[in-house]
């Protein structure tokens, strides 16, 4: 496991709820193999590994709300408990250390979340998800060859909008970042004053206008902005959160959601999105050092950045070690 004290006591994106049915599957979390699960109660997260003979317990099957081992049927109830051993002849119990490493694990937006410490703290709130009238679309997986935090300020980041998102997120013409100020409220919560920018196509109508975007970190590895249209009223809210697989590989997922009704499909608006992420890729996958810098003094920002300025020393107040330098 990649050892990071403040990743690993927190909510970690492990997948899509939808991916996970009764059929267990392979999640790699910060170097660790889990498996992933559901029974009737909800689901569950084990280290993919039992301890009879080190089978992969994701290549087995849930049975009477247990987990049963591919190699020789041992069933582990959802605690993680061994509850049964068809190898062993009537009356003999069970060895107590026969149990599964059983991390905490929940369902909520729409993906599963891990915290491997096995605690629960309370997750997030994220009102636009469970507020009447606002369409959510899960987004993702998007594998990326770069570290969470890099990923992480890209997606934070006004300046780029105009220049790699030419012609859709921005133009040419409008590419100076108007002053702003970012907010750090006592209740923890980090957001920036709204930030004009000039969009080609904001909504599909083809008029060029401005939106208004609010930049928000959440957590180390999760942030949001929302646009706004103020013509209309309208917001458009991405979560973002990225799954730290190991060293070298991150996976990205989002939440898309809209407080407006549009014609496109689900798949439309995903195919977008992905179409707008190939462009910051290959930006992200070869910035250097891989490690997001956070002595503000080794890279040159400008007061246009400080929003990525902000999530640097925000990660640097928690003390986040993975991903950083
Ligand atoms: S390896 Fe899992 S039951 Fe034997
Ligand atoms: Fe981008």
Redesign the pocket.
């Known amino acids: 496991m990649i050892k990071d004290k403040v990743l690993v006591e927190d909510w970690l994106v492990a997948c899509p709820a939808s991916e996970v049915s009764e059929k267990p599957i392979q999640v790699m979390l910060m170097e660790e193999r889990l498996v992933i699960f559901r029974t009737s109660e909800g689901v569950h997260a084990f280290k993919d590994l039992?301890i009879?003979?080190?089978?992969a317990l994701s290549l087995g099957e849930v049975k009477n709300e247990c987990l049963v081992?591919p190699?020789?049927?041992?069933e582990f109830d959802s605690n993680g408990d061994c509850v049964a051993i068809p190898q062993l002849p009537e009356g003999r119990a069970i060895p107590k250390k026969a149990k599964a490493i059983k991390y905490a694990c929940i369902e909520k937006y729409g993906l599963i979340w891990v915290n491997l410490a096995g605690n629960e703290p309370e997750i997030f709130p994220f009102p636009e998800y469970e507020a009447e009238g606002y369409r959510n679309i899960i987004w993702g997986p998007q594998e990326v060859n770069a570290k969470p935090p890099r990923i992480i300020e890209n997606f934070l980041d006004v300046g780029h909008l105009a220049v790699v998102h030419e012609g859709s997120l921005g133009t040419n013409s409008h590419r100076e970042i108007a002053d702003y100020q970012m907010n750090w409220e006592e209740n923890g919560r980090i957001y920036s004053d709204e930030i004009p920018i000039f969009q080609p196509d904001p909504d599909g109508t083809g008029d060029a206008k401005y939106v208004y975007y609010t930049y928000e970190i959440i957590r180390p590895f999760t942030v949001r902005f929302t646009k706004k249209d103020k013509e209309t009223d309208q917001y458009f809210t991405i979560l973002l959160t990225i799954r730290p697989v190991d060293e070298q590989t991150s996976i990205a997922y989002g939440i898309m959601s809209f407080s407006y009704g549009t014609s496109n499909s689900d798949e439309e608006i995903i195919a977008y999105q992905n179409a707008i992420f190939a462009q910051d890729k290959p930006v992200v996958e070869n910035q250097k050092p891989e490690e997001l810098p956070l002595d503000l003094q080794v890279e040159l920002s400008l007061v246009c950045d400080r929003v990525s300025i902000a999530y640097r020393q925000y990660l640097h107040q928690l003390g986040v070690q993975f991903g950083t330098a």
Do not use: E, F, Q, S
Not at 52 to 55: I, K, L, P, V
Not at 71 to 74: F, I, K, L, R
């Open positions: 039992c009879h003979r080190g089978a081992c190699y020789h049927a041992w």
